[in-house]
């Protein structure tokens, strides 16, 4: 059973609108939440994260949003470049960091000139 | 340049055949970071190292097995090679167990059991 759901596997938009990429999870326990950028043939690199003590999070063009009571988080990317094509994944820590970090499916964001 | 490498970047491996993926980070993190990435499964853990001398299991460790004998070095074995774990394995580092936000991958190793 899937913790960390992302819905969408692909998404396009036009170069510099807003891209939303979403995230859902079940498990409750889940206080740390992060995103994760990967290009073709190289490891996934860090973004942004967010703490459930937060609701959002900002980091240059890159904003993380936190809705607790829909255990949803979504990421937004404004504007959108060319350079941010890429597979985006959503990952979530449990509160005791176990080590256990649990990660979504991705979602491949296409980037249209 | 700093950072962390994995050899072979790709492989054949007939079913049955033991190999050990190699992983090693020249940034002197503590923790190392085993994953796997299927098609339409995203990344799942294998096994996890929190410091030199101690290992733990990840989501998915069956069929895996690491060791930790010093900082640098983080080598994956597989015992007995079978088609399922066809996949692109990543190894990961980060300065600290976990804290996830200083998480650095390599560029992943290619394998294809036959």
């Known amino acids: 059973d899937q913790q960390v759901k992302q819905n969408s596997p692909s998404l396009s938009v036009q170069e510099g609108r807003i891209s939303i990429l979403n995230c859902d999870y079940t498990n409750s326990m889940f206080d740390y939440f992060l995103w994760y950028k990967k290009y073709p043939a190289e490891g996934p690199t860090f973004l942004i994260s967010i703490s459930s003590i937060k609701d959002k999070n900002e980091d240059g063009r890159f904003t993380v949003f936190l809705n607790k009571s829909a255990k949803h988080l979504s990421l937004h990317i404004v504007p959108s470049q060319p350079g941010d094509s890429a597979v985006y994944f959503c990952?979530?820590?449990?509160?005791?960091?176990?080590?256990?970090?649990?990660f979504g499916k991705g979602t491949r964001l296409h980037i249209l000139p | 340049i700093a950072g962390i490498t994995q050899a072979p970047t790709s492989q054949i491996l007939a079913a049955g055949r033991r190999m050990t993926l190699r992983c090693t980070q020249d940034?002197?993190?503590?923790?190392m970071y085993w994953y796997r990435q299927d098609l339409g499964l995203g990344l799942r853990l294998i096994h996890y190292?929190?410091?030199?001398?101690?290992?733990g299991k990840g989501e998915v460790p069956d069929g895996y097995s690491v060791s930790r004998a010093n900082t640098d070095d983080f080598p994956l074995t597989l015992a007995s090679a079978v088609p399922s774990q066809t996949s692109v394995y990543f190894c990961?580092?980060?300065?600290?167990?976990?804290?996830?936000?200083?998480?650095?991958f390599g560029p992943g190793t290619r394998l294809t059991v036959l």
């Open positions: 190292s929190n410091t030199a001398g101690t290992t």
């Open positions: 990952a979530a820590l449990p509160e005791n960091r176990d080590d256990k970090i649990i």
């Open positions: 940034m002197r993190h503590n923790a």
């Open positions: 990961a580092s980060s300065d600290q167990p976990g804290v996830f936000d200083t998480q650095y």
